[in-house]
């Protein structure tokens, strides 16, 4: 719970945090006479603002509490580019990560408190009901208070699902859209989908689709006429995704969706993971789909890889290199999990990311993105394979 006081009385309301963030150690009211740079300066000591204003003045404060937080003072300013001239590949990814995340606590200072419908009682408040709803489920009654900026991540993630996402790789419009749902990872970088649209299949019968996510790939293997599959997940927000996209799509009569933790019980020939990529720790729920501490989905998946493929079977690991080229995870480490597993490699299939990030040189990554390479690599179990090609 939140507690504050209004006009001397005290209040209190279920705190809502999609990333876990604890309740600000201190939370004062505020409304549209708060300067911004008070309001900057409040932020960033941890205090919480709850917004009894104007509802548009409190965007307006955040836009202000962003221009402020992406200035710095020239000596920290210099301290911090003296840091990263001789900071590693690795070390300047966690100084990149760190800033983020100092960022994101100032930003979520600004507190918005909804009605027990999700209805927010400010003036010139937008109607956002909705799309807290399929964040949130159904609204319960209970007041609740959550920050303007991660009601505008409802919002952007509201829109989304609407919209949808073109993925060519699943044929011609309109049957090629996925609809994302909020805390689930968008397929917005398309060069993996292609590569599992492009790979030749060792076999048409079943296929399991490990991590299966807003359902995308299930939807390509299905269009490319796999007649079975089994997708699991975790998550049970990304198999009410996979489960509405394959329904839209008209494939999900061929898909059996479990929550599992990664393998299902039984065998394929086909077995199909994209883990997340970079071995660190997840702030939020939707960082889960790019950061993975320890690599354990990935080994998760190598490990226990030889005992879910039939004789002469594949698994196809979508792995971007990322974490090589940001000192991370070397390749050699791969290698050495890949044969501890009893695995060998039948052949990689590369590509080149088409994101803007990769082409953008003031991104405090850009090094690193534009030596990225996204792979495909098609394992198979030692003892059905001859020989391994060089990886």
């Not at 006479?33 to 104007?54: C, H, K, V, Y």
């Not at 548009?56 to 937080?69: D, E, G, I, V």
């Not at 799309?131 to 209970?142: D, V």
């Not at 000192?327 to 890949?338: A, S």
């Amino acid at each position: 719970m939140i507690a504050w006081t209004h006009q001397g009385e005290p209040r209190q309301a279920q705190w809502r945090s999609e990333s876990g963030a604890p309740v600000p150690r201190r939370v004062v009211t505020a409304d549209d006479t708060l300067a911004a740079d008070t309001a900057f300066r409040m932020a960033a000591e941890g205090t919480g603002l709850l917004w009894e204003g104007d509802f548009q003045n409190a965007r307006h404060l955040l836009q202000a509490l962003m221009r402020r937080a992406e200035r710095k003072p020239r000596k920290a300013a210099a301290r911090s580019a003296q840091k990263l001239a001789v900071a590693t590949a690795a070390e300047a990814f966690h100084l990149h990560r760190q800033a983020q995340a100092q960022r994101a606590r100032v930003l979520a200072a600004i507190l918005i408190p909804l009605e027990g419908d999700y209805s927010i009682a400010l003036r010139r408040a937008p109607d956002w009901r909705q799309a807290c709803t399929e964040a949130w489920g159904p609204a319960t009654g209970e007041r609740s208070v959550a920050t303007l900026r991660e009601l505008l991540g409802l919002l952007g993630a509201h829109e989304w699902r609407k919209k949808g996402v073109e993925v060519p790789a699943l044929g011609a419009a309109p049957l090629n859209r996925i609809h994302p749902h909020y805390g689930v990872f968008s397929p917005v970088r398309g060069e993996y989908v292609d590569l599992i649209a492009n790979t030749p299949l060792p076999s048409k019968e079943l296929a399991f689709d490990i991590g299966v996510g807003t359902g995308v790939l299930s939807a390509v293997l299905a269009r490319r006429g796999v007649q079975r599959m089994v997708a699991t997940d975790q998550d049970p927000r990304a198999l009410a995704c996979a489960r509405d996209n394959l329904q839209r799509l008209g494939v999900l009569p061929r898909v059996e969706l479990l929550q599992a933790d990664l393998f299902p019980p039984g065998r394929a020939p086909l077995v199909v993971c994209n883990p997340p990529w970079l071995p660190a720790r997840a702030n939020s729920p939707i960082e889960h789909a790019v950061y993975d501490e320890g690599s354990r989905m990935l080994r998760g998946f190598l490990t226990g890889l030889a005992d879910h493929l039939e004789p002469g079977g594949e698994g196809w690991l979508i792995l971007s290199d990322l974490a090589e080229h940001l000192g991370l995870r070397p390749r050699d480490q791969l290698l050495v999990w890949i044969a501890e597993a009893g695995l060998v490699v039948r052949g990689r299939h590369d590509v080149k990311p088409r994101h803007a990030k990769a082409a953008e040189a003031g991104d405090a990554l850009h090094a690193a993105r534009a030596a990225e390479v996204t792979s495909l690599w098609r394992l198979g179990a030692a003892a059905a394979a001859p020989s391994a090609p060089s990886a």
